[in-house]
C-alpha cells in the first residue's frame, strides 16, 4: 500500500481541525443565541424569599420579536428551571419569558373537600396578591407572584438593558396587554386568577385548574366571576387520564370560560389544528399523564394555543 505524502497528510489534518472548529463553533453559537439569565429573587427585593431557586428569563436577539412576554407559573413544589423546555420554545418563536420561583408548596387539590365555597378563591388570592384571607397558606405582599413579577422585571430592565425589558413595564408596572399568562396544574390556576384581574394577551392553562369542590360536586365560586381578560383568550390543555379527574378539570375550563356546551378537541402532536376551540386534550401513551401537556412534541399545540384565532 502506498504511503500517503507528507503534503496530503497535512492537508487532511488541517481539513479535520477545520471541520471540527466549524462543528464546535457552530455549536457554541447556537447556545449563545438563547440568552437565559438567572436571577435570585432576593436579588429584586431584599424582603422576597427564595423558595426552590431563581427565577428565569430567557429571549433569543436573532429572531424577531412578537412583543409579547411569556409569563410562566410552575406546578406544585417545581422550580422555575424546571420550565426550560417550554420557555426556550416560546423564545425562538420571538417571546419573552420569565419563570417564577414563588410559594408552591400548598397542593391545590388539597382544598377540594373543604365546606368552604370561598376556600379556593381565597387560596388564589393569598398567593397571587399577598393578601391575608387564606387558612390553608400565608403569603405576604412582597411574596406574592405580583410583587415578584414585578420586581423581576424592573430588575431585568436594569441589568439586562440589551433585553429591552421596559417594553413590557407601562409607569412602573407590568404592561398586561403585552403578557401571555400561562401555568401548570397550581400554577394554571394562578395564570386565570391573574387574567381575571387584568386584561392579558392570553391565559394558557396546562393540566389544570383542579379547583373543584368535591363535597359540593361543582367548580370553585372563583372560576365565574367577572374576567378582565375575555373568556374567548383563555385556553386550557388537558390529559384524558390525568389523576387530577379530567372531568373536573373540563368543569372548571368551562366556568371559567363560560361556555354552555361543551366543545373539546382531541389533538395529537405534530397535527394540525383547525376549528376554533378552547380546551385541547391529548390521550398519549405515557405514565407521566399530567406532565403530558409539557412535553416538547406537543410544540403544535402550544402554538395553537398562542396564536391561534380569538373571537
Known sequence: MRCMSTPAVHLRLFYLCFLTLTLVCGSSCLRAQMIAVRVDPHQTDPAI?????????????????RHRLLLFIAGTHAKA?????????????????????????VVAASLGN?????????????IVTGAPVSRRIQVDSANSILNRFQKLLTYLVIHDPGGH?????????PDWSR????GHSQGSGHA?????????????MFSGPQDYMDGLHRPAAWLKRPSATPPSRYFAFLNLQDPFNVHHQIA????LMHMSKLRVKMV????MIRGNYRILINDIPTEAHHNSTLFPQFQNVWKYMAIGRVD
Open 49 to 65: 424569599e427564595t423558595v426552590h431557586g431563581p427565577h428565569l428569563a430567557m429571549y433569543d436577539p436573532t429572531v424577531p420579536s
Open 81 to 105: 428551571t424546571s420550565s426550560l423546555p417550554i420557555d426556550k420554545v416560546f423564545s425562538q418563536w420571538g417571546y419573552h419569558t420569565v419563570s417564577l420561583d414563588y410559594e408552591n408548596n
Open 114 to 126: 373543604d365546606l368552604n365555597p370561598a376556600a379556593f378563591g381565597n387560596y388564589r388570592e393569598a
Open 165 to 173: 425589558w421596559d417594553e413590557f413595564l407601562s409607569h412602573g408596572r
Open 179 to 182: 403578557i401571555v399568562v400561562a
Open 192 to 204: 386565570a386568577y391573574i387574567g381575571q384581574m387584568f386584561r392579558v394577551d392570553r391565559v394558557l
Open 252 to 255: 372548571n375550563c368551562m366556568t
Open 268 to 271: 395529537y402532536p405534530g397535527e
